[in-house]
């Protein structure tokens, strides 16, 4: 790509830090007015899950889903990767088989050549390849920023599916990928990232989370969802309160990007941390001996493409362990927290 161009300068956020915060969103998907039903829509908008879910009526169901953002990287084919990969895991999250997927695409084509764009088409069919999916078109339109996604298509059995709202009491908590990337990419898009800091971020949110197509065959996993823009916390919150149970978070078992403690130190948070802490700090208590300060930038702290966060039943926590370690994933194996019963107005309890 043209080095002198800064993809992150054209838009004003980036990545799943675009995301209307919980609290907005909750009041712009309200509405009275009736809509219609289908008896075959399995998951659909009365749940916050990942995906919407059709019934097939053959014993496995259609799983459909879209996500876009603006570039969370300066390199066009990386933030062609990233969008990609981020679309195709809400299809993972449920268990599923992604099929096909098409590119929505926004292009400011008078501040940003045509060739940068053919470059973001190119990273997002590297990961469809990747995926073993057909980039099988798309729409585009001249947009005042940048951004680019995917709508994704999967099928899944119905008897693997897996929604963000079955977790059940006494559950472990495991998650795949460590946060802190929305850290990273605020001090990229400021100029200030390290060069010892350089795709540190990028190895993790343009890694597909090809691993929930084989959590959905495994029983023991009794919920899961992707972590992404309303970071940890949003994202577990959805799950306990979907569930209608509590949570306790382990801070030092949470995998972090160490890197990002040092940009932490700077004052270098994303602004939707902010928000998102605002949308939901009413829920969330801390117990003594957690730094909170820190675990306040972190856990809030948007992802992009982040891992996947899985219940798991206690009886079967050493079969999913050991579906880790045969993925290269053993530095995921301790669970970071559990699902307990409700605790009243604080939803999700942080231990240290």
Not at 50 to 65: I, K, P, Q, R
Not at 87 to 107: C, E, N, Q, R, T
Not at 164 to 179: R, V
Not at 305 to 334: D, K, M, S, W
């Amino acid at each position: 790509m043209n080095d002198s161009i800064r993809l992150t300068q054209y838009s004003h956020a980036a990545g799943c830090g675009c995301k209307i915060a919980p609290a907005v969103l909750q009041q712009i998907l309200q509405t009275d007015r009736p809509g219609f039903t289908a008896p075959q829509l399995l998951v659909g908008n009365s749940t916050n899950d990942d995906a919407a879910v059709y019934d097939l009526g053959n014993g496995t169901a259609l799983v459909s889903t879209t996500d876009f953002f603006a570039p969370i990287v300066d390199d066009a084919f990386d933030f062609g990767r990233i969008a990609a990969a981020n679309a195709i895991s809400d299809v993972y999250a449920m268990g599923g088989k992604p099929l096909l997927a098409v590119a929505v695409l926004g292009w400011p084509v008078e501040k940003l050549p045509a060739s940068l764009a053919q470059q973001v088409l190119e990273g997002a069919r590297s990961v469809c390849n990747e995926a073993q999916i057909p980039l099988a078109g798309g729409h585009s339109i001249d947009a005042p920023e940048p951004f680019f996604g995917l709508a994704v298509n999967g099928l899944v059995p119905l008897e693997q599916l897996k929604q963000n709202n079955q977790a059940q009491e006494g559950d472990w908590l495991l998650l795949t990928k460590p946060i802190g990337v929305g850290v990273l990419a605020t001090a990229e898009k400021r100029n200030l990232l390290l060069p010892e800091h350089q795709g540190l971020a990028l190895q993790y949110m343009s890694q597909l989370n090809r691993l929930g197509e084989e959590l959905g065959k495994q029983p023991g996993v009794t919920a899961m969802t992707d972590v992404t823009g309303f970071g940890l916390l949003g994202h577990l919150l959805e799950m306990a309160e979907g569930a209608a149970l509590g949570a306790e978070l382990y801070y030092r078992h949470i995998p972090l990007l160490d890197a990002a403690r040092h940009y932490l130190a700077q004052r270098v948070v994303p602004d939707a941390t902010y928000r998102n802490w605002n949308s939901y700090s009413s829920k969330v208590g801390f117990e003594a001996g957690v730094n909170v300060m820190e675990a306040f930038n972190l856990l809030p702290d948007p992802q992009t493409n982040g891992g996947l966060l899985i219940a798991v039943a206690p009886a079967h926590l050493e079969t999913i362990q050991q579906v880790f370690r045969q993925h290269g994933l053993e530095a995921f194996t301790e669970p970071v927290g559990r699902f307990t019963p409700s605790i009243g107005d604080k939803v999700v309890r942080v231990l240290p």
